[in-house]
């Protein structure tokens, strides 16, 4: 009995001391992952003046958020702005462009923050835009489906495999860029599987009142975003992207900070207060919800001043050959067949376009006129979008992700959805508040312009200004003489008047 008592305490003292030293481990953890991460975030910590964020600098860096519409700002905007000899080469992986060359203006990846570690800091303006993080979500599930759905045309995974195209350092391709790269396979070979499944009997056929929903078919939206390849890549994408702190991170501490916030949810905040102070500090901060609203804000607070650059000197955007070879030269596009009913070609994930804009940018160009080139091209964009979308959705039919589907989720799915992307959830509101501070000072600087523009004297030798002057002044000359006659006719009656009176 007494050794049965004995051995009672023994087992109570080792739980005991099991637990202890279990405790004294996470709160060790934590403490280092807090290090870890204040360490990154005091390092991080933005050192740049409020009064230069409106001035573009020398060098523009498109931060491209995956699914926020911001190929339509490259193919629309930026391409009728820059020319292609002033484009930094294109590369989604590795830095293959030499900024030492002058005519390198601007920089479009789908790299993270950290790519400006690479680029001259004070000489380096940062645009980039910003989506709903759920709306994001769904876009991102959806168009890794569109992307590997497309690769169903084969009767197997190996055959699919044995057809992709090897790497080149001249071209891009979807598969080259984050984070399809990643995303893509991951979905490309779940699709197989659950066709190869499918046919052999091993999946019932789901109803077809969820979409998200017919595992049969698809990767079911719930399964998608629980996967850890979800929370290591989508989840609070947009804030980690604009921290720096993705898996394509050029930070050699980022794999830790980011293992740490993963561990430890609460030191986000950390990561999250990093992101939004870059956020203050770019050039320009858009928004896919508000794409109209947005574009005419982009168009006047960076448009404008790419073209009044090119207006004071011109010969910096005299287009140059672009069949060059890999020393600081143009990445090319892997090109995609064409869409069936255009004679247009794009690249295989719509990520990138072939077609090129080989004009010199108008400085003379309005933001409006600017505006209606942009319009003109995102209408015909998005025919091209729309056209691959449904030859793609067909392979895996009845399946097709619309915006009514979208209604259609469970609000719980919807719930799920926020609380995973908190930080994004965040960003995304302290980035609303950027947006309408943009507004006003745009509006501001609008006004000042009208004022000055008020008060500066007309150039007479100038016929469009003599024509203005004109039009302006006839109708005060007219207003003069009238007002003359009418005063003299007055002064006249008068005077009649007061003679007859005096008679």
């Known amino acids: 009995m007494e050794m049965m008592r004995r051995a009672l305490i023994v087992i109570s003292l080792l739980t005991l001391l099991s637990f202890v030293v279990q405790v004294y481990s996470i709160g060790d953890s934590y403490v280092e992952c807090e290090r870890v991460v204040n360490k990154w975030a005091e390092s991080s910590a933005e050192n740049v003046k409020s009064e230069d ?58 790299d993270d923050y950290s790519l400006m570690s690479k680029l001259p800091n004070d000489r380096t303006s940062v645009v980039t835009i910003l989506r709903d993080p759920v709306e994001r979500l769904f876009s991102t599930y959806e168009f890794a489906i569109e992307v590997a759905a497309r690769s169903l045309v084969h009767p197997n995974l190996t055959s699919a495999l044995s057809k992709v195209k090897p790497k080149s350092s001249r071209m891009v391709s979807t598969m080259d860029i984050w984070p399809w790269k990643y995303l893509v396979p991951w979905m490309r070979e779940d699709l197989f599987a659950r066709r190869d499944a499918r046919r052999l009997g091993k999946l019932k056929r789901s109803a077809l009142s969820d979409v998200y929903n017919t595992e049969d078919v698809v990767m079911p939206l719930h399964e998608f975003i629980n996967h850890p390849i979800a929370h290591e890549i989508i989840h609070n994408g947009a804030t980690f992207q604009v921290a720096g702190l993705t898996n394509s991170s050029y930070l050699d501490d980022a794999h830790e900070v980011r293992r740490c916030v993963r561990k430890h949810p609460s030191l986000g905040q950390l990561v999250l207060e990093v992101a939004k102070g870059r956020l203050d500090q770019m050039l320009y901060v858009g928004f896919t919800e508000y794409h109209k609203k947005s574009a005419l804000m982009f168009a006047r607070m960076v448009g404008l001043q790419v073209l009044s650059r090119s207006k004071s000197a011109p010969s910096d955007f005299q287009p140059k050959s672009t069949n060059q070879n890999n020393d600081g030269s143009s990445a090319q596009v892997v090109p995609d067949k064409a869409v069936e ?67 259609l989720v469970p609000d719980s799915m919807l719930e799920e959805m926020k609380i995973l992307n908190s930080l994004d959830m965040e960003l995304y509101r302290h980035a609303q508040s950027i947006f309408l501070q943009q507004q006003i000072l745009m509006e501001d600087h609008e006004k000042q312009t009208k004022i000055l523009a008020e008060n500066v004297p007309v150039e007479m030798d100038a016929p469009r200004n003599f024509l203005l002057l004109l039009v302006t002044l006839v109708p005060l000359v007219l207003f003069s003489v009238v007002v003359m006659l009418r005063r003299n006719f007055c002064i006249k009656y008068f005077y009649v008047a007061k003679m007859k009176k005096a008679g």
């Open 341 to 407: 009913g255009t004679d247009q070609t794009t690249s295989i994930g719509d990520e990138v376009s072939t077609a090129t804009d080989t004009s010199s940018p108008k400085g003379n160009m309005t933001a409006e006129q600017l505006m209606r080139k942009y319009e003109d091209c995102i209408e015909n964009s998005h025919k091209v979008q729309k056209s691959r979308r449904s030859m793609s959705l067909k392979k895996i039919s009845p399946v097709n992700f619309t915006k009514e589907a979208r209604r």
């Open 53 to 110: 964020k409106l001035t573009l600098k020398d060098l523009l860096f498109f931060l491209h958020i995956p699914r926020t519409g911001g190929r339509a700002y490259y193919q629309c905007f930026l391409r009728k702005l820059y020319s292609l000899d002033q484009e930094c080469p294109r590369s989604y992986d590795k830095i293959r462009f030499d900024l030492s060359k002058p005519n390198c203006n601007i920089v479009v990846s789908h």
